[in-house]
């Protein structure tokens, strides 16, 4: 089975920062491109970013430039999701996800990146204090 597991989130002040963590349990995650969602209860879901694998090309939703970024670190075989001067707005529980079929292994974030994905995390829930 598939499995997906952030880490991270947790309360923050306004203007605070946070990193989140993604990992795999089950697969080499780094032979994959990951995604990163948010969601807020009655919204939908927010893609924010997505990093390539092998050379982490990025894709960025309009929310995340400027405050956020991605990374990822193969050794560690995990992706980061990096917040800075976090706002309310932001509170939202933050989902990794990935494709790990095998036409996937070793292939970039595509233009539709919002849309290439199989395997979700259960998420980390991210809730910032004004």
Known sequence: QVQLVESGGGLVQSGG????????????LSYYSVGWF????GKEREGLGCISSRDGTLYYGDSMKGRFSLSRDDVEDTVFLEMNNLQPEDTAVYHC?????PLR???????????????????TQVIVSG
């Open 17 to 28: 920062s946070l990193r989140l963590s993604c990992k795999a349990t089950t697969f080499t």
């Open 38 to 41: 948010r969601q807020v209860p």
């Open 97 to 101: 996800a990935t494709d790990v079929s």
């Open 105 to 123: 292994v070793g292939k970039p974030c595509s233009p539709s990146w919002l849309y290439d994905y199989d395997s979700w995390g259960q998420g």
